[in-house]
């Protein structure tokens, strides 16, 4: 049918909600849990087959309906070509001489730390990374990556690396990554004198004793994690690498920032996500809908409600620190829309409308994302007056925490049982790790490399090497902890390299082993347990990023056993997690009394309880290491950073509950100008509301001060 006006085809469409006539039920639910009054109305919006959609329009007479249905969609359809909404291929951005720099920039460095010229394993590390890196195009995404680092360190504040790009040597070299993925070795840093471990007999350079340099006497560093480089580009180098980078949550909008002054404005975006309803919210709207329809259904099919609603598109967001770049010869409509997230047209954020995951491989995104640990990091070396990267990474009492207590001198009774000292080291102090720790028995860094992958893969430890060491077939040292072991483990029995790379790949995604590979493994030697451990596997963690985090914790652990005061200050500051100083002044029997009775909830404990009994947990064992907490002092507290004060914690004024960020602000910033006089004084001057000024008299901070400046005469 032709409108005889516009001479146009004309096509019929059905305006499809959703697939089936029977899952109307499930829109139901989502408009009321939306509150729309006329949620159980039934509208028909189901996608119609042809004989449908024919029936629809047989008003127009069979033949007109025909044609509306069917001749002139195909029609159409006919008309248009294949269109791609992204398109095909890689789009980095470009660095002039990129390749140049990244070369003699890790050149560079190498020689500074290995000597000139470099011991053959070295330097045939490097010409292998930087030859793949540079065939596939990858020197600009280092370069930019190596910007950015250095960019966060002239501001004062370290990097760190997530996921597998410590595996590469270049990363190391250019300063991107603080993992070292050579094998163990000791290096001189004056004559440049080195020892290399290649046999596998040490797992971590860590784990090397301090040594004099056999050539000049100078105390030598150690370093390695024995990391193939295959693990982060492939074989062959072809995979697209991601380089994750955490930063201090202090720089991270000056980093994003920067990548905007690198790329131009207009070819920087932050990347877009897509956020879907979650089996908690999905519950919520199917108990409502039942609700207010007045009647009650079995437990199964709320279930099955719920899973007909779960994965619907809820709202879009940004990434916490993904960045798009776009490369300056093309325009962000050539890969995707852009969008304000959630649609908000007065949010100064402007986000990609595709979710990343569709525009992976065809143009670049930066993980530019905030953590705690490099604040942290800066928070501890301001107590201290120390370096961080100073710390020795072989330090025995740090390593006893695993196993004891007794490095922090005190007792487990003291802290409710607890009989190893790891609470607060990152990754370690949870219950879960605790007690991987206490059935695994880890000793050296190359074992925590261990727990950090058995705790973070699926599949890796309950039901797996958990039952290995339990009944003695192996230690901790044989299990499969990290995907790269599996790849070191099959090379060092005999198996080839390119087998080894598929089968490790195979296995770290939970798709097994084939016959053929289970064959060559016990041709090879690879013990029957091991095979079967291998076929249980879901997931594993790259042991780059467990050694990232590994790093953390000891370097934390060091500072926790040996500058106290000041790891429990920066714990504090940093994560507060609802640091509460009225039940902290009552003493310890209240703290640990609020420990139980949040723990005896049990699953009826709010999430924000839970994280509150990690925080008593330190505050405890500071406590029990006879550490004193000093009350909120109108001239010696801070608004928010819990300071050391003749080995004692000074709290903070936000320590208070209900003291907000900006009334402690406003306190600090009235008091630099000069005394408060009076509490109507403070008042005034700090722009304190009677909540906020009660607040500080009932925890004794008002106690020596007037209430007003009036004068009283005396006769």
Request: charge should be negative; include cysteine; aromatic fraction near 10%.
């Amino acid at each position: 049918m032709r409108s005889s006006q516009y001479n146009k085809p004309v096509c019929a469409t059905c305006d499809a909600h959703f697939l089936n006539r029977e899952d109307e039920l499930y829109r139901k639910i989502l408009l009321a849990g939306q509150k729309y009054k006329d949620y159980d109305r039934d509208v028909g919006l189901y996608f119609r087959t042809t004989e449908e959609m024919l029936e629809e329009f047989s008003y127009l007479g069979e033949e007109k309906a025909y044609e509306v249905v069917v001749t002139n969609p195909n029609k159409i359809a006919s008309m248009i070509e294949n269109v791609r909404p992204i398109p095909k291929g890689s789009y980095p951005p470009s660095m002039e001489g990129a390749e140049e720099e990244l070369q003699n920039l890790c050149w560079t460095r190498a020689k500074e730390q290995y000597g000139d010229p470099l011991p053959e394993l070295v330097s045939s590390r490097l010409e292998r990374e930087l030859g793949s890196i540079i065939k596939n195009g990858f020197a600009v995404l280092y370069l930019i990556a190596q910007r950015l680092v250095h960019f966060s360190e002239e501001q004062g504040y370290l990097v760190g690396s997530r996921g597998s790009v410590g595996s590469s040597f270049v990363a190391t070299m250019a300063g991107i990554s603080e993992v070292n993925p050579l094998p163990p070795h000791y290096f001189c840093p004056k004559c440049k004198h080195t020892e290399f471990f290649t046999d596998g007999s040490v797992g971590s350079g860590f784990d090397l004793p301090t040594k004099a340099c056999p050539e000049c006497g100078e105390t030598m560093g150690a370093d390695g994690q024995d990391i193939m480089f295959e693990t982060f580009l492939g074989f062959q180098g072809e995979k697209s690498p991601d380089i994750d980078l955490n930063f201090s949550g202090e720089v991270q909008g000056k980093v994003h920032k920067y990548t905007e002054d690198l790329f131009g404005e207009g070819h920087v975006f932050r990347a877009g996500t897509i956020s879907a309803l979650a089996d908690k919210t999905a519950y919520g709207y199917v108990a409502k809908y039942v609700e207010q329809l007045g009647f009650s259904l079995p437990r199964a099919e709320m279930n099955r409600l719920v899973q007909g609603c779960l994965g619907v598109k809820k709202t879009t967001g940004q990434h916490p620190g993904g960045i798009i770049v776009v490369p300056q010869d093309f325009d962000v409509y050539d890969f995707t829309p852009i969008q304000h997230p959630a649609d908000d047209p007065n949010s100064d954020v402007i986000t990609t409308h595709f979710a990343f995951s569709f525009l992976h491989d065809t143009i670049l995104k930066l993980d530019e994302l905030g953590h705690d640990i490099p604040t942290k990091y800066k928070w501890l070396e301001r107590f201290t007056n120390s370096s961080v990267l100073d710390v020795a990474m072989n330090d025995k009492s740090v390593y006893q925490l695993l196993e004891s207590t007794a490095p922090l001198g005190i007792s487990p009774d003291q802290i409710d049982g607890c009989t190893i000292g790891t609470y607060g080291l990152p990754e370690l102090g949870t219950n879960f790790v605790q007690q991987t720790l206490l059935d695994a028995k880890p000793h050296t860094f190359a074992d925590l490399l261990k727990i950090s992958g058995l705790t973070h893969g699926t599949n890796v430890w309950l039901g797996n090497a958990q039952d290995l060491i339990r009944n003695h077939v192996c230690d901790i040292r044989g299990v499969i902890g990290c995907r790269d072991d599996v790849m070191s483990d099959l090379i060092r029995i005999g198996v080839p390299k390119a087998t080894a790379f598929k089968i490790m790949e195979a296995v770290r995604k939970g798709k097994g082993l084939t016959p053929e590979w289970e064959q060559t493994m016990l041709e090879c030697g690879v013990e029957r347990w091991y095979i079967d451990s291998c076929k249980k596997i879901k997931y594993l963690f790259p042991k780059a990023h467990a050694a990232a985090y590994v790093m953390s914790a000891i370097r934390l652990g060091w500072y926790k056993v040996h500058e106290p005061v000041a790891f429990y200050c920066t714990m504090f500051t940093v994560a507060p997690n609802g640091f509460d100083a009225q039940v902290v002044r009552k003493g310890k029997g209240a703290v640990e009394k609020t420990i139980h009775d949040i723990l005896d909830k049990g699953k009826e404990a709010t999430q924000k309880e839970t994280s509150y009994v990690s925080v008593l947990q330190l505050v405890n064992e500071a406590m029990a290491r006879n550490i004193r907490f000093l009350p909120v002092d109108l001239e010696k507290s801070h608004a928010f950073a819990f300071l050391p004060e003749n080995g004692a914690i000074r709290m903070p004024f936000s320590s208070l509950p209900g003291l907000g960020e900006n009334a402690a602000q406003n306190i600090i910033t009235a008091r630099e100008e000069e005394p408060f006089f009076s509490v109507e004084d403070l008042q005034i001057r700090a722009k304190l509301g009677k909540t906020v000024i009660e607040m500080l008299r009932a925890n004794g901070v008002l106690d020596e001060m007037n209430e007003t400046d009036q004068l009283t005469m005396m006769f």
